[in-house]
């Protein structure tokens, strides 16, 4: 198959008709955009305080009601009545849903979790039980992973997996905590160890004699959803409910993670996508100093740099998820190995998934954190919705693996890879120390005479380089130690990630470009020169960071003055660039751009 390596972007260029943009969608996926809006608008949120209260039969209600609309087949195949629907609409649904705060939350564990262990990994028996169930929502599917005694180290749960004498059975015995959906589920994955050391999935029914669900936890945020635990006392499991082979339930733990990371951070876009439309209608009805507070420069900043990130990350995803579907629409869908080859072209992309997640979810977060802060005093009251979103939004940085083992992920599948020969990133970071060195790169740098695309084009490459150079010098002092260097790491993923999240952006402006002309573009250039010039200055802090935990005396001023070299730039004027972005998206009284 053609496909670009996952990764790659760190060392090729891409051009901006290779990508995914939001403003090329057909009108199917725009479709089921509206309709997953529509639902969420009409259906859900009027009933949210109903939700909050954890009247779960409203949620349950709601749940029918969106199966109806196939808000919750679209990743099941046709065959099983379902949508069978590429990943983009998936992913749309997903971003519209989310503005529902805890149904959203139900119906993403149940569409996610709760479904697609059973669509790549189910006997063809299994998928004719329970897909159409699920799709329907006459069933609400759960995932049972975390155990009260392991969470990110998921592989050293504790719940036992036995063959009874008759070898009809498997009795399972164990508790799951923290379990989404727990207390309306009808059926649930379940991971247990086969004979104390083989990890391995199953699916649980609720009506299985033994199976007992703990009291609702009291949380936090998404009060409206339900997690409990999920207690098994000798629960009779028939052989026919073993998902996937025995041993193995890593790889289904582990692909299905990848999707629900993408996804999660696709949620974390709509819910931003609100919290700013909030932010906006609020800041020019409230009245200070005899005029609206959207008119201080102090609230146009904070909306400019929702703007930003909302942008930055919405043009990751689905680049990412575009790159996903080009993959899977590459495979038969008869070949009788389709699931296993969806689930290794999803895997190819799983250091983007991971970079979508962390910074989708950090963005979320800090726009509830703003929504909060223009709202004042009116934004901690429960009168108001930015106090709820402000809770809800907590979660997603814990959910689908937390943003440290996330970030942890980012570097070390990289040098993994390359480790393998996958990626030639060894070779582009001696390259560059090689270039360095001999001054050819310096000529390269000093170009005169270019335009500011050019230059936003460069800062981009550079921006590559510094995240080869830092890698490359903590995989040459520390080799295989490196992964006891957390902090290392984390920083050196904050650097591939805002690398990725630029150029997304920057691509995305470019391919508006060639698409509606400089005039009706404009938005997306300054959207674009924003996220870059700013990466760049983030990603040059976090590289000194990161060297200085590297090396020490002169190797280090060495070092630092090479890294400098890649931050070589005239600065530019991102007061008044963002009182000119917020202006835009004021006067449009939401997140909204081409249309």
């Known amino acids: 198959m053609e496909y670009k390596k996952g990764g790659s972007f760190l060392i090729e260029q891409t051009k901006p008709e290779e990508i995914q943009i939001p403003e090329n969608f057909d009108s199917e996926m725009k479709m089921f955009a509206k309709t997953a809006r529509d639902f969420v608008d009409k259906e859900v949120n009027p009933l949210i305080d109903e939700i909050e209260k954890q009247n779960f039969e409203v949620l349950k209600d709601l749940m029918r009601k969106a199966g109806e609309k196939g808000l919750l087949m679209v990743d099941i195949p046709e065959k099983y009545e379902g ?29 996610g979790i709760g479904t697609l262990p059973i669509v790549y990994f189910g006997t063809e028996d299994q998928k004719k039980k329970y897909l159409p169930k699920l799709g329907s929502g006459e069933w609400v599917g759960a995932y049972c992973l975390t ?76 009060k409206g959803s339900s ?24 790889l289904i733990a582990f692909n299905i993670l990848n999707i629900g990371r993408f996804k ?45 990130k909302i942008y ?44 979508i997640k962390v910074y989708g979810s950090e963005v979320g977060d800090y726009c509830v954190d703003e929504n909060v802060q223009i709202h004042g005093g009116y934004g901690y009251s429960q009168e108001y919705p930015a106090e709820r979103h402000y809770r809800d939004s907590k979660i997603n940085l814990i959910f689908e693996g937390t943003n440290e083992i996330n970030r942890l992920l980012i570097p070390g599948m990289l ?34 005479d270019e335009t500011e695309i050019d230059t936003l084009k460069r800062i981009v490459e550079n921006a590559k380089k510094m995240c080869l150079f830092v890698t490359g010098a903590a995989a040459q002092k520390f080799g295989k130690k490196l992964i006891n260097e957390q902090e290392l790491l984390m920083r050196g993923a904050d650097m591939i990630s805002e690398t990725f999240v630029m150029e997304s952006a920057l691509l995305r402006a470019l391919a508006m470009l060639d698409k509606v ?19 760049l200055e983030n990603i ?56």
């Open 83 to 111: 949508m069978g629907l590429n990943k983009t609409s998936s992913t749309l649904v997903a971003e519209e849903i989310a503005r529902s705060g805890s149904f959203a939350v139900a119906q993403g564990a149940h569409t």
């Open 147 to 222: 155990e009260p005694n392991s969470g990110s180290d998921a592989l050293a749960a504790k719940t036992t997996a036995v063959l009874d004498e008759t070898g009809n059975y498997y009795i399972l015995n164990g508790t799951k905590q923290f379990i989404t959906n727990g207390g309306i589920a009808e059926s649930y994955i379940v991971f247990a160890q086969v004979d104390g050391d083989k990890f391995t999935g199953f699916i649980v029914d609720r009506s299985m004699e033994g199976l007992e669900i703990g009291p609702e936890e009291k949380k936090l945020g998404i």
């Open 227 to 250: 997690t409990t635990q999920v207690i098994l006392n000798d629960v009779k499991v028939p052989k026919e409910n073993l998902l996937g082979e025995i041993g193995k339930g890593h």
């Open 264 to 308: 999660l951070g696709a949620a974390a876009i709509g819910a931003s996508k609100l919290a700013m439309e909030e932010s906006i209608k609020y800041a020019k009805q409230r009245f200070q100093f005899k005029m609206p507070i959207a008119a201080f420069g102090a609230i146009k900043e904070k909306i400019a740099n929702m703007a930003v």
């Open 312 to 355: 930055s990350a919405e043009s990751a995803t689905y680049r990412t998820v575009g790159l996903i579907d080009e993959i899977l629409e590459q495979i038969d869908e008869n070949d009788a190995e389709y699931n296993e080859r969806a689930l290794k072209g999803i895997e190819e992309y799983a250091v983007e998934c991971s970079v």
């Open 415 to 448: 040098l993994r890879r390359a480790m393998k020969g996958e990626l030639p990133l060894v070779q582009a970071a001696q390259k560059l120390v090689d270039d360095l060195l001999s001054g050819e790169l310096m000529m390269q740098m000093m170009a005169e």
């Open 517 to 535: 002309g400089e005039k009706d573009a404009e938005i997306y250039l300054k959207l674009a020169k924003a996220a870059v010039y700013e990466g």
């Open 540 to 595: 040059h802090f976090w590289g000194r960071q990161a060297l200085s935990a590297i090396e020490q005396g002169d190797m280090l001023r060495t070092q630092v003055t090479m890294l400098r070299k890649f931050t070589r730039f005239n600065p530019i004027d991102l007061i008044h660039l963002k009182r000119e972005i917020a202006d835009y998206f004021m006067d449009k009284e939401e997140y909204v751009l081409y249309i």
